[in-house]
């Protein structure tokens, strides 16, 4: 599970940001596989964390712009992601973080990106930036 073309959603920049995403979970999980040291683990959760951060603030503001009815729902979904990421940190304190852990959240990105991004396409296509 991971990224595929079927994803891309055919603007640039999205697409790019969500690749950036997977390649953090990737170095997440090879840093998992290779039982490396806490920090690095927890470097790579930062890192995952802080780019998921930087992606829903774009896209929240493109909707936004856009005026996307559904944006409220929308926000709801990034909020929930960065809670459940802000989870698997502490947890990462205390014990460890396991494979099944970014295997979920690669699901979820997965999920939340052929689904939910992919649902305000048409609204984007359709609708002009509001100005003034
Ligand atoms: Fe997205
Ligand atoms: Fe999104």
Redesign the pocket.
């Known amino acids: 599970m991971g990224w595929t073309d079927e994803l891309l959603t055919g603007i640039a920049e999205?697409d790019a940001?969500?690749q950036v995403l997977f390649d953090c979970l990737k170095r997440l999980e090879e840093a998992i596989t290779a039982e490396d040291r806490w920090s690095v683990l927890h470097f790579a959760l930062e890192e995952v964390a802080d780019f998921a951060r930087i992606?829903?603030a774009v896209?929240e503001s493109l909707l936004r712009l856009h005026g996307y009815p559904a944006l409220d729902a929308h926000i709801a979904e990034h909020r929930a992601f960065s809670q459940d990421l802000r989870g698997i940190k502490e947890r990462s304190i205390r014990s460890d973080v396991t494979d099944e852990m970014v295997h979920f959240l690669k699901k979820w990105l997965v999920a939340?990106?052929g689904k939910s991004?992919h649902a305000y396409l048409p609204h984007l296509r359709t609708a002009p930036i509001a100005i003034g």
């Open positions: 999205i940001q969500h992606h829903f896209e939340h990106i991004d």
